[in-house]
């Protein structure tokens, strides 16, 4: 298995709302099988636009917080997990052409396990493109978010890996 420490910047836009949320790290990323990647972000702060004015969102403001950003990636499927001791969770799974599951929760109250604290909702993956199989340069991801019948909005996730 290989393992490099290598500098990225990933992006998150809405196309019909005014999100963009960028950042720039050092990840982790580790070969797992012939064209599979995880790739690991450790204790990030997110940079948010807003109006035109960029803030940063800080992890708790706590030295002792962890947040952990996970990328699973395949040329076929992407599942992205964020963890957070005290904020909120998700997992994304993203594969082309089908109807995925977003899952949000918050850690912290000691109810992690009851089911009422999970908000589920469907992603459609319209495209999933990972340049450079064998050592990943760039992913990008354009998918639909839906709770019900209800479009919440069009999303790009992209990921430059240098």
Known sequence: ????????????????????VHLDAIATVYQRNDGKFHVVLNNIDFGVEVDG??????????????????????????????????????RHFWERGVYGKSRYWING???????????????????LTLVNQSNPQSLRIEYELWSSNLNLGNYILHLEIN
């Open 1 to 20: 298995m290989l393992t490099e420490h290598r500098s990225v910047s990933l992006s998150y836009i809405s196309t019909n709302l005014e999100i963009l």
């Open 53 to 90: 004015r960029k803030e940063i969102l800080l992890n708790q403001s706590h030295q002792n917080s962890k947040n952990l950003l996970w990328l699973e990636i395949s040329p076929y499927r992407v599942i992205m997990t964020q963890q957070n001791t005290n904020n909120v969770n998700y």
């Open 109 to 127: 109250d000691g109810a992690e396990n009851n089911q009422q604290n999970y908000l589920h909702l469907r992603n459609f993956t319209r495209s």
